[in-house]
């Protein structure tokens, strides 16, 4: 298939309200498969707009995209350009993410579905304005090697054998753990008294678990929380302090990030495909 026979279908970032800031923004980057990014407007006179680039429907089809679903290289790499564009997007203006792999047949089926739904990402953008999002997330730390069970051997106490030795440590373990564990409360509670005070809106993840938390601690906590970009220096100093005097506590904050846990947006019921 030649150059000029290639089909197309349009793949959507976010929506966005129309601007040189926008635009500007849009101009710079390659998205998804080194694509351009353009935008899309809506119909009437200050409506929200699709940012979005022309992909082959080779790839991004209903029937490519399930075949891709698979093919991890692949889809790390679409994600990995579509957040690029969200992230180059946020710097310059608000914006609301969409999800992985939104895709229409064309341009005109797009602009439906944002016409449709016009009055909610109208209302959802407003309440994003001038908010970024951080991430928090608490951690019980692995014990030290100091009470872990001993090798078989020779008891290291005279008349304690390595069974009682053995059993001696696990409880020792425990009970590091345990106050760990407690410790991890209170700094839980902490974090959330500061985001009373600073915080728009807060959002529970599912903890990280196995190779997902990067580490051998245990993730225990797992909040994104919305703040506008003013409010967001008081409230990581909070947070970053928070387990200052808890032992066997690791409190990781990061951001400031566009605010996709914030960003629910409505099913696009025109779009074609993609992975949930």
Do not use: C
Not at 87 to 111: C, F, K, Q, S
């Amino acid at each position: 298939m030649s150059a000029e026979d290639t089909a197309y279908v349009t793949y959507v970032y976010a929506v966005a309200r129309d601007g040189d800031a926008l635009r500007e923004s849009a101009a710079e980057p390659a998205g998804v498969a080194g694509a351009p990014v353009r935008i899309i407007p809506g119909t009437g006179d200050g409506a929200p707009v699709f940012v979005a680039s022309s992909v082959s429907a080779q790839d991004f089809d209903e029937a490519a995209l399930r075949r891709h679903l698979e093919d991890l290289e692949w889809l790390e790499a679409v994600a990995r350009a579509h957040h690029a564009v969200i992230e180059r997007l946020g710097a310059a203006t608000t914006v609301l993410p969409l999800r992985l792999a939104t895709v229409y047949l064309d341009d005109d089926r797009a602009r439906e579905a944002l016409d449709a739904d016009r009055a909610t990402f109208e209302q959802l953008l407003a309440r994003l304005e001038g908010h970024v999002e951080w991430g928090v997330k608490i951690y019980v730390e692995a014990p030290d090697e100091a009470v872990s069970p001993p090798p078989p051997g020779p008891a290291s106490s005279p008349g304690v054998g390595p069974g009682r030795a053995y059993l001696g440590n696990r409880r020792a373990q425990r009970s590091v753990r345990d106050s760990a564990h407690r410790a991890a409360r209170t700094a839980a509670e902490r974090i959330e008294a500061a985001g009373r005070a600073f915080a728009t809106d807060r959002a529970r993840h599912r903890v990280q678990q196995g190779e997902l938390a990067g580490s051998r601690d245990e993730n225990v906590v797992n909040d994104a929380y919305l703040l506008r970009a003013d409010l967001s220096d008081a409230f990581r100093a909070e947070v970053a302090h928070a387990a200052d005097d808890l032992p066997g506590v690791r409190v990781d904050v990061t951001g400031p990030w566009v605010p996709y846990s914030f960003a629910t947006a409505p099913e696009p019921a025109a779009a074609e495909g993609g992975p949930s």
